[in-house]
């Protein structure tokens, strides 16, 4: 769970948004080729995450999707 309320912390946001910045540069600009549209298809997942406050991990730890619940500590009802 510390895991989660990291990543839905503002700095956890932050890191995701950069994370899928990187990517997408790296991709477009370094590799260039279709692998490097696959890595900034990829960072979309991390930025998207970030800019719209979910952590696809939490889940995996026993938290909430949304950043919101995870800070209140809601426990998801499957």
């Known amino acids: ?3 989660a309320l ?3 912390s503002p700095l956890g946001r932050g890191l995701r948004i950069v994370a899928g910045l ?3 540069a790296l991709g477009i600009f370094w590799v260039g080729n279709l692998l490097g549209w696959i890595v900034a298809a990829v960072g979309l997942v991390p ?3 970030g800019v719209f406050d979910f952590c696809i991990f939490a889940p995996l730890f026993g938290a909430p999707l949304g950043g ?3 800070r209140q500590g809601r426990v998801p009802t499957h």
């Open 68 to 70: 919101n619940d995870i």
């Open 47 to 49: 930025l998207a995450a």
């Open 6 to 8: 990291f990543m839905a």
């Open 22 to 24: 990187v990517l997408m």
């Open 1 to 3: 769970m510390a895991f």
